[in-house]
């Protein structure tokens, strides 16, 4: 059996992960899915930030769910292989950044966001949910910041998560890099509404998103406004903390504690 | 038997909604009620307003007591009778101003304002809830925002409320305009206390209210005050907010959506 | 049997209290000990504030642990002996401004610091608790802001407790005078874990500790720093806050709550 280009095409971008867009009655869904955990290296952040700014201008497009590949967890944060392949302070930053565009993207956008959460969700894809304006997820999806186990921190996720939990939800995720329960995250006010399974999260989000297409338009998109007022100033922001990521990502230490965290998670 | 005109006009103000006010051993006692629902329509938010206001500066009210009339909810928000006879964006953002001056009132009081909730309480009604300093609630008082189910949003109530459970739950109930639980809101911080039951609520709020009746007035008045520094620029705020929902509930989408929510609670 | 000069000077330094720093493994643990409950007297806040300040230079340091005598609370707040003596506002700014000076150290000091909870913690404890950037408590430490009940208020705890719990929290702690569970300091944020037993709290703490001694120490100061953006002009607010308490202090209110609250503790 022989491939065809265009399977070996699509091969090649499921190897390397990719984000699928389509709108269906209003509700326009963001899919994105990367072999590894549905991690994000740069080129899916690039994507994930550009469609989101895109749907913001789609008319037909009345409210966003952001999805990920079934498989495996929601988000296992940014990618591994690429943070090992960092070698300086100013790609450093460039990769977070790729974070911080998404962020952006998100709590820019006009439209209401919904995240559907079917599994875990490590560091940067922590930022992800809390960038989004409402939250279904399954009981089993725990969280973590894993940053300081690997000799960084939370910096450019840290505004958009402590402003969703407040300063005593961030501090303890942030210091302490374990895990948090659904219940947790949904008792700080991270996740909207927690479900006992996914059958039960998708049958819920398909009621919601449905009727939150056929709400006004209007009274969304300045809900969605005065619900991020205060963060105008968060490209500095996060670029700093883009920079704080960058700079500390190449240090030996770093270095040192990926390999391990690393070894630890295949293990 | 013939009415006597004290009668008739007793009989009046109970059809439109009265708001009572009285001083007991320091316990200043407000209660607004209205028939249908303990709603607020735009004369008993002026009446609210300036009761509060004017207990701000009578020595003998040591603490303030908010309360509703006894059946039905705590507060059904905004009259729907009023909602549904706005014509324009100005009359809109002056009936939503009404919400926005007793927030006002409520937290630039130098007293320390109760909040009794027997019972639900929706859109503006959450909002004075959020405007109380301390809420003592039994535990059937689920709280619903309401306004996107009827095309608008809580804009003027959203400040207060967020700045008492943070973006994450003001962002979860504004989002989905459904009932969330006594519980939950104790959770969150907007119910300071949750009873079994009317009476137990009562008999706590008895003895608290004394309590506090007897403690030092200017610690009092300086607690408040500190509680609400930061929000001195809500006068501006406020009132955008009040332009917002007044600009949408004149749209054909509002209007629809107000008959349809309206025949829905009937039914 | 005859004292030594020694084991007098110990017995003297016992009866007014006293704070010890040791350094092991990189984790400094900084005890601060008051046959009284743990409570502070000027004298202890400012050897609290000076140790904390140094221990942000020494860098064997790499993360504090704040714990308490054993005995008792975990610390019953301000000293009620030195409260009683205060005569005028200045000196009782200057008495409250221990605890000031000490929220600045904590919060600006460039090592993580987890508090130690064994026990309750009352007015200025509870300040200590949510200055620490991480909390491990057993579930015995209930919290109480006891301040209004002597007649003057939480100001100089309160915009820490602010930041890490929110107003609702704050609110409903400052209003009502009286114990919260650990639980419920859980749910808001102020405790970070909560554990069964001491002997439970202590072995979570020392794997905690160890773990973050080991951890990247440029990673652990930018963290620190970011999660206390915000609190430049804390200087200034906590002083306006500590001639608040040091105005009230000295009333005949005041003066008369005190031995009334003294005499409850001791029956």
Known sequence: MTDSLADRSARDAAASGEVHVDIVAGIATVRFAHPKGNSLPAALLARLAEEIRRLGTVTEARVIVL????????????????????????????????????????????????????????????????????????????????????????????????????LGGLSAMAID???????????????????????????????????LARSNPDALSRLKAVMWEGTEDWDRLLAERAEMSGSLVTSEFTRAAIAAFEKGLSS
């Open 67 to 166: 999805r990920s590949g079934e498989t495996g967890p929601f988000c296992a944060g940014a990618s591994f292989d690429e943070l090992k392949s960092i070698r300086d302070a100013r790609s450093g930053k460039e990769f977070f950044m790729g974070f911080a565009r998404v962020i952006l993207a998100m709590t820019r956008c006009p439209k209401i966001i919904i995240a559907r959460v079917h599994g875990k969700a490590v560091g940067g894809g922590v930022g992800l949910v809390a960038a989004s304006d409402y939250v279904m997820a399954v009981e089993s999806s725990s969280i973590r910041l894993s940053e300081l186990a690997i000799g960084i921190g939370p910096f450019v996720v840290g505004p958009v998560i402590q402003r969703k939990i407040g």
């Open 177 to 211: 890099a374990d895990w948090r329960t659904a219940r947790w995250a949904e008792e700080f006010g991270l996740f909207s509404r927690v479900y006992d399974s996914v059958n039960a999260l998708d049958s819920g989000l398909e009621t919601f998103a449905r009727k």
